[in-house]
Each structure stands twice: as C-alpha cells, then as structure tokens.
C-alpha cells in the first residue's frame, strides 16, 4: 500500500497538499505561486514537508521526503466545458480518434468532435438517465445503455437509433461489444449480463445471473490453458465471436467472476473487499478490478486465489480502468 500525494487548486497561484500514507498522520502543505520566469514557467515554492521539483508550463513534479514518493501533477492538455451542463458520468472515443460520445446527470448523450469538442449529435431515446455509452469499432455507431433498461443502438451519422434490446429487469450499468460487433453484451442492476444479437434485435441468451446488481463488465480472448467449459446445448448460429471469450463481471456482493461467453459455465469467483465498481482486461492473462473502498486488484485468470497485486492510492471509490501503454489509467471518486 504506497503513500498518495493529491493536489487541490485553492485559489489563483495558490494550492493545497496533501501526502496520506496508509496507517499514519496525513501530511498536509501549500504550494505558492512567486512569478513567472522569462520563458512563462512559473516559480512555485512548496511549504515545509514537501519539494518541488521539475516544473514546465503543463506539469509539476512535488516530493514528500518523509514518504519517499514523488507524483507529476499534469493540466488538461484541452478543456471542453460547452459540451454537458453537469457530471460526465460515461465517455468513449472513437477507434479513428474523431469522434467522442458522452453521457451526463444533464440526461444528455451527445457525440461530438474531439479535436475542437465541437457537438455534432444529440442522442435522444432513452427514458431517464444514461449510464454508459461506447462505439463500435467501426467508429459509426454508438452502444448504449440506460436506467430505463433498455439497450439502444445509434447511427452517429444520423443520430437515429436503429435497435433497442429490452429484456433487463433492472437499469443497464455497463456494455461489451464482441469482436466487429454483431453481438453485444450487457450486465443491469438485476443481477443479469445478456447477449443479444444485433441483426435480429433479440436476446440470444443470459450467460449470468448473479443475484446482486452487475456494475462493471469486459469481454476478452481467454488464455488458450484456461478452461471455460461446454455449452449445455449447441450455440445458436446468430452467436458470432463467442467462442473462447471470457466475460468478467463486477459485482455488488464484493465478487468479481469470470464466465464463459459461449458456455454460460462460471471460470472463477474471486472475493474482494468490497463492491467491485469496474474491471477490464490487460492482456489475456492478466485483469484489473476496482472496488468501493479504493483498491485495485491486478489477477492472473489463471489462478485467481491470490492477488498479483492489490493497488490502494486512497480510499475514494475505483470507478473506472482503461488499459494504456504497458500500464492503466484509474479514475478515482475523489
């Protein structure tokens, strides 16, 4: 468990510190803004405890000596504030990288450019709020789900919807697309993940059923060891990509399972320490989940009774994972 260093704006040229560090007092400081150097970096000085480092136009690097941890704090490279009037609660961007799709408390679902966040369609349908929209790797067609329980699927050309799935008993928390698309999935507060199928707009069956709300889901290619079981009765030919996929679900009773797409069959169970928020896949072996209580566990599919690691910066809720580069990006309720 490794010491966290937040940074708060205070007001301008000034900002708070703080360096918590599991089981012990947390330090708390100010940095403070002197000038500005010839060159438009500024000089900051950092109160007794803390060290500031190497400081550029769009990024601070602050140290804690105490704790032997150092954090590089980064601006927004670009701001769009024109396009939600509230909360985010849910955005994708595109595979080409043109367009963004977004969700908010404001009850909007809107696609919009992401060079310049200029708002190009405005996704209307859904009763209530939307929890969660993504785009199909063809990068012209939007997932997306609602408390309304119902799946849609959207032209981002045209804005029209062109399917809804209904089934779920429960408001929809998250979605998957399987392989180019032809089949989705989706997890709902009623303790479901379904597979439907897009062509006939129908589900093709309920590969769970968990009894506790499902928050978080990720399909991904399982390890060629890992056993996922025989499908009860032959799939129906409408099941395109399902074969040798595994499903993770993250769920509200503090479990995290895995389960096979095509045999419905469960992989693993793995027991956290609270609700599990989020979860994804880093590699055909290797997942992340995150949980109320702020840890991130990283497990081997292979052998799920222990953790590779468990990762815990603070304890505000794990609410999304995003495989980047050799590592992942975390967002964090706090």
């Known amino acids: 468990l490794s010491p966290a260093l937040s940074l708060r704006r205070r007001d301008e040229g000034e900002a708070w510190l703080s360096c918590r560090s599991p089981g012990k007092p947390t330090l708390y400081g100010s940095l403070t803004r002197r000038g500005l150097s010839t060159e438009g970096v500024p000089d900051i000085a950092a109160s007794e405890g803390f060290v500031v480092g190497e400081v550029t136009k769009k990024s601070i690097v602050i140290s804690c000596p105490r704790e032997n941890v150092s954090t590089k704090f980064l601006a927004p490279y670009t701001t769009f504030c024109g396009i939600h009037q509230k909360s985010i609660t849910c955005l994708d961007i595109s595979s080409g990288g043109g367009l963004g799709v977004s969700t908010s408390t404001d009850g909007t679902m809107k696609i919009w450019q992401a060079a310049n966040g200029e708002i190009r369609r405005l996704l209307e349908g859904h009763v209530y709020d939307v929890n969660c929209c993504r785009f199909f790797p063809s990068g012209l067609v939007v997932l997306s789900g609602g408390m309304d329980a119902q799946l849609k699927v959207w032209s981002a050309e045209d804005a029209s919807c062109v399917v809804t799935f209904k089934g779920h008993k429960g408001g ?19 303790g479901t993940a379904r597979l439907w199928d897009c062509g006939k707009s129908a589900c093709l069956g309920v590969i769970a059923d968990c009894g506790s709300p499902v928050n978080g889901i990720a399909v991904g290619t399982a390890d060629n060891s890992l056993n996922l079981g025989t499908p009860e009765k032959p799939p129906s030919d409408r099941e395109i990509g399902t074969e040798g996929k595994i499903l993770l679900l993250a769920r509200e009773d503090k479990k995290l399972q895995g ?28 997942l992340l989940a995150g949980t109320q209580d702020g840890n991130i566990y990283q497990l081997d599919v292979r052998n799920t009774n222990t953790p590779i690691q468990v990762i815990h910066r603070s304890g505000a809720p794990v609410l999304s994972l995003l495989p980047y580069r050799d590592g992942f990006v975390a967002s964090q309720g706090n």
């Open 172 to 190: 929809i928390l998250d979605t998957a697309i399987v392989d180019r698309g032809r089949n989705v999935l989706s997890c709902s507060r009623d």
């Open 259 to 286: 389960v096979g797409v095509q045999s419905r069959q469960p992989v693993f169970l793995f027991v956290g320490s609270d609700a599990f928020n989020c979860c994804t896949f880093l590699s055909s072996t290797y």
